[in-house]
């Protein structure tokens, strides 16, 4: 099972959006409704951001949101805060019964 | 509170086993799956299987196959991730994860086991 693509990097200033994608296949993205999106900041555990596509956690801010067009998916953070900064990961449920993650995003605020 | 709770760090040598611990509190852990997940350092993310507690079902990652077991002892709380015929290229963090049966998604996690192989 390969590795969903992400950009390796996305950057914005303070209040701006961006967009991180997420491609995968047949087998999994464009299947499944089951992609989540994780948060990693430097030395953690990842957090869950979004979860079935476009939920998102108690907890977690409405300036992050998701969605999925075929087999690619997105997060968008919008109104972008200097604790957003971090590695973002999408994944998905297969074909297989099993779990695929992304090559990883890093998310810096300029 | 829910929380997952990880071994500490462990030490092999190339050829060696190694077993992590993940002991889950402030909820019924035979309704969950358990999942394990490693990060090479500077690197992604990597699915390794899970268990359902309440029937023991697992399912592994084709490239780990023949090489991870996944355990649960359920009068402890605990489920285990067991790497055989360690090499250097298996030096990472082992992160468990917990998924509601049906829901697909990992929370929480771990704080992660960093396992260092080496001579």
């Known amino acids: 099972q390969s590795a969903l693509t992400q950009p390796p990097s996305v950057s914005g200033s303070p209040g701006q959006s961006v967009t991180i994608s997420c491609t995968g296949t047949s087998s999994d993205v464009g299947n499944y409704n089951r992609v989540c999106w994780y948060q990693q900041p430097p030395g953690t555990a990842p957090k869950l951001m979004v979860y079935?596509?476009?939920n998102r956690p108690s907890g977690v801010p409405d300036r992050f949101s998701g969605s999925k067009s075929g087999n690619t998916a997105s997060l968008t953070i919008s109104g972008l805060q200097a604790e957003d900064e971090a590695d973002y990961y999408c994944s998905s449920y297969t074909r297989s019964s099993t779990y695929v993650f992304g090559t990883g995003t890093k998310v810096t605020v300029l | 509170q829910v929380q997952v709770v990880q071994s500490g760090a462990e030490v092999k040598k190339p050829g060696a086993s190694v077993k992590v611990s993940c002991t889950a509190s402030?909820?019924?852990?035979?309704?969950?799956?358990i999942h394990w997940v490693r990060q090479a350092p500077g690197q992604r993310l990597e699915w390794m299987g899970w268990i359902k507690v309440g029937n023991d079902d697992t399912k592994y990652s084709q490239k780990f196959q023949g090489r991870v077991t996944i355990t649960r002892d359920t009068s402890a709380s605990t489920a285990y991730m067991d790497l055989t015929s360690l090499t250097s290229e298996d030096t990472a963090v082992y992160y468990c994860a917990r998924e509601k049966l049906g829901a697909y998604w990992f929370d929480p996690w771990g704080q992660g086991t960093l396992v260092t192989v080496s001579s």
């Open positions: 079935d596509v476009s």
């Open positions: 402030g909820y019924i852990f035979t309704d969950y799956v």
